[in-house]
């Protein structure tokens, strides 16, 4: 079965230090992954995604994700943090075997970046 | 740009009551989802659909039921609501040739 563990509730970083958001996840055979991320009072707003190629997938607001397939990993880094980063950050991964295979989400981090 | 529009940001509802949440998108996309999300949760799938007047039983599906007439309209019901479906609610699309998902904005439901 497919599961997505986001192991921290919530993240700390202060304003232009480098961020780090840790996703690990269990599928079988080849994951599509994905990072979405939520601001206030909104729907979930895709960031980026891993489905094949270079494991350093760079995305929106210069976010980009690491894909580690020995270590089932695909954190989300960001080299320098805004305040404006400050939201709710899912990670999401597919089967990549059957295009009717769901889409599974994380549990959710909390970023937040203090100026 | 997609966009997916979900009929209320906030609704109240009484034990008992039949609500009706509608998402409906633009972009001609085949699938469409919806999710409850609650903290420390995440986004859990209620229902899906792969086309027209065709449901897929998600991973929480008890209490609720679906309808899709049309492509471009998605509807969730809560034949009896009860005050553990308290949550917000999440509506989703896909095209048959993208990952990608969309969201609508969300609707935060309260039964009381």
């Known amino acids: 079965a497919q599961s997505v563990a986001q192991p921290e509730d919530q993240v700390n970083v202060a304003e232009g230090n480098p961020l780090t958001v840790k996703c690990t996840y269990s599928v079988s055979g080849n994951p599509y992954l994905f990072w979405y991320v939520q601001y206030p009072n909104r729907g979930l707003q895709f960031l980026l995604k891993?489905?094949?190629?270079?494991?350093l997938v760079k995305g929106s607001y210069g976010f980009e994700a690491e894909f580690n397939k020995s270590q089932t990993s695909f954190h989300l880094k960001k080299p320098s943090a805004l305040v404006s980063d400050s939201a709710l950050y899912f990670c999401?991964?597919?089967?990549?075997?059957?295009?009717?295979?769901?889409?599974?989400f994380g549990s959710g981090t909390r970023l937040s970046i203090r100026p | 740009d997609v966009k997916v529009t979900q009929s209320s940001r906030y609704l109240v509802k009484r034990t008992g009551e039949k609500v009706f949440l509608e998402c409906v998108q633009d972009m001609d996309h085949e699938n469409m989802f919806w999710y409850r999300q609650d903290p420390g949760l995440g986004l859990r799938l209620i229902y899906f659909?792969?086309?027209?007047?065709?449901?897929e039983k998600g991973d929480i599906p008890e209490g609720y039921s679906v309808s899709r007439e049309k492509k471009e309209r998605f509807s969730l019901i809560l034949e009896s609501a009860s005050t553990n479906q308290t949550s917000m609610y999440l509506c989703?699309?896909?095209?048959?040739?993208?990952?990608?998902?969309?969201f609508g904005p969300g609707t935060r439901l309260t039964v009381l």
């Open positions: 659909s792969y086309d027209v007047k065709m449901k």
């Open positions: 989703a699309t896909h095209g048959l040739n993208t990952d990608t998902q969309y």
């Open positions: 999401a991964v597919r089967a990549s075997y059957s295009s009717a295979s769901k889409i599974i």
């Open positions: 891993y489905i094949t190629g270079d494991n």
